[in-house]
């Protein structure tokens, strides 16, 4: 009897680990807070991509899910002029996904779509409502704030 409880007790302990690691995995990213987003943008979804980060492990991707090498994913929601974007890290040969927390000075460019639901089809990425380009943002623990008004480069639709 002693045995069974203290092996129920270890699977019960290896199951917490699992899903505790799991989470961490999932929820410690940094965030990109987009703000004074124009009223006509509110209801749509946004996608976050930075040029490659200097310490040469990949890129940054912004989404709240995300799936490499496939590139499919779910997009945040602009309400009420803002939007908070999780934060990943892509590796170099796009095979793996990490929550990001770096501190970096990175281009990013911010593409605004109709659809929740990124696909890796010419149909989605046709679909784009608007493009910004932000050149120097400053990512301190994963997290960044600009301002709607502060890119510099936009293209719309």
Not at 42 to 59: A, H, I, M, Q, R
Request: include cysteine.
């Amino acid at each position: 009897m002693t045995n069974k409880r203290f092996l129920f007790g270890m699977l019960l302990m290896l199951t917490v680990l699992v899903l505790t690691g799991t989470s961490c995995y999932q929820f410690h990213n940094g965030t990109f807070t987009l703000t004074d987003i124009p009223p006509r943008f509110n209801g749509k979804y946004v996608f976050l991509e930075t040029e490659d980060v200097p310490s040469g492990f990949g890129f940054l991707v912004g989404a709240y899910r995300f799936k490499v090498p496939e590139y499919t994913g779910t997009l945040p929601r602009i309400s009420n002029g803002k939007v908070k974007i999780p934060m990943w890290m892509v590796s170099a040969d796009e095979t793996e996904i990490y929550g990001y927390k770096g501190s970096h000075k990175l281009e990013v460019i911010i593409e605004i779509y109709e659809k929740a639901e990124m696909k890796d089809e010419e149909e989605f990425y046709d679909s784009v409502l608007a493009e910004l380009v932000f050149y120097d943002v400053n990512f301190v623990n994963g997290n960044a704030k600009v301002s709607f008004q502060d890119h510099d480069d936009i293209w719309e639709e």
